[in-house]
């Protein structure tokens, strides 16, 4: 059973970094993309980044140049590394995955994948 769980929100300020971490563990399959993707309240849940297993990364235009994807295979741990936060940028973020990974990242942050975390709270403040 695929597993997920999320660590690393928190409260910052306009303009500063936060860390998020994926711990992921359960897989079956040699393909696989890891996600990360956001809700805030009232809104629907959008795609942010996602990697394939390969190291190929896909990223939403609202995060572009500002957040970066990437993994720890040894540790099995997806990271998105958050700079220059916007208050925008508030919301609950969730890890996910889905293999074998049939689909390009583009499709994955539009349509969401099979597994999912529990999801970590991220504020910024403006």
């Known amino acids: 059973e695929v597993q997920l769980v999320e660590s690393g929100g928190g409260l910052v300020q306009a303009g500063g970094s936060l860390r998020l971490s994926c711990a992921a563990s359960?897989?079956?399959?040699?393909?696989?993309?890891i996600g990360w993707f956001r809700q805030a309240p009232g809104k629907e849940r959008e795609g942010v980044s996602c990697?394939?297993?390969?190291?190929?990364?896909t990223y939403a235009d609202s995060v572009k140049d500002r957040f970066t994807i990437f993994s720890d295979n040894a540790n099995n741990t997806v990271y998105l590394q958050m700079n220059n936060l916007k208050p925008e940028d508030t919301a609950v973020y969730y890890c996910?995955?889905?293999?074998?990974?049939?689909?390009?990242?583009?499709?994955?942050?539009?349509?969401?994948?099979?597994?999912w975390g529990r999801g970590t709270l991220v504020t910024v403040s403006s």
């Open positions: 990697i394939t297993w390969d190291g190929s990364t």
């Open positions: 359960g897989f079956t399959y040699d393909s696989y993309d």
């Open positions: 996910a995955e889905d293999s074998p990974a049939y689909y390009s990242g583009s499709f994955y942050l539009a349509y969401g994948m099979d597994y």
